[in-house]
């Protein structure tokens, strides 16, 4: 078995193609604001790569340098600027306790990451609409939702059942709170089994029983050795240098896996078991962040 490398910017493209479109409908200008306090380094190099990929779907984009002491003040702005549509917070902006904080001053209504709690509280509780008659859909984490997606070119189906992946196990290598925990939850939300693996532990999203598209959190003393050796789906996203790369005997026979790291987290021997992998997902992460603005403005244009 040989692995297919998934392109992340060729799955992206249909999605870049159909905001361009819709941008253009509009007949007016959009506007993303971005903020960074790093001058080199990831977070300096994506914010560049998104700004083209958001020009490149017909939305404008800035990225304001701001010092960890004035993001407040940025954010504030930012929110209050009737030109501004969209508001993306490059990590780390200060500490992690810091930007747990900066994220909530962001207006929900120009989240373009829906990373607000008030779109984190519809994800956990797993409501999929902003309104009872179910006309506007919530907004999900762009990185998050690039995966899925991306999971989906790979060819991932469930095994039957009521949800899109029932019977299916993930592992989930990071917990963070702005890719890690959120896609855990999406993927139980639909049906899969996921051990979320960080340097605390593990723990398992799992379906609740008797609730479709719900799901539960408990404990589990499952290692990585026993997580990686039932998984359908292993997703990686360890940001340091350090980790030790999974390799192919670690991982299921025709596992899809996805990395989404700045890092390399996969030996190369990967691609001789697993059946298809991604090593990258910038570009639907950026696709989900222009797409979550269209739904915001539409929000908006309805008096939300």
Known sequence: MSARVIDAGEVAAPYRAEVRERVAALGRELRIVGLLSQAEGPAHTYSQYARR????????????????????????????????????????????????????????????????????RLLYENRRYVDDARSLRAILPCTPLGILKLLDAAGLRGRGGRAPLEGL????????????????????????????????????????????????????????AAALRDADIVITGVPSREFDLVTADEIKPGAICVNFSQFRNFDESVLEVASAFVPRVGPMTVAMATRNLLRLTDLSSRGG
């Open 53 to 120: 990929g958001a020009e490149d779907a017909g939305i404008a984009m800035d990225v304001w340098r701001v010092e960890p002491e004035r993001a407040v003040a940025a954010i504030r702005e930012a929110n209050a600027d009737p030109t501004v549509n969209g508001v993306f917070l490059y990590y780390p902006l200060s500490d992690p306790v810091e930007d747990r904080w900066l994220r909530e001053l962001v207006d929900p209504r120009k989240d373009i990451e829906g990373m607000h709690s008030f779109w984190s």
């Open 169 to 224: 196990v993930a592992c989930v290598i990071n917990r963070s709170e702005i890719v890690g925990r959120p896609l855990s939850a999406m993927l139980a939300n639909d049906g899969a089994t996921v051990v979320s693996l960080d340097v605390n532990g593990a723990v398992v999203f799992e379906p609740a029983t008797g609730r479709r598209h719900a799901h539960v959190v408990r404990d589990t003393d499952r290692d990585r």
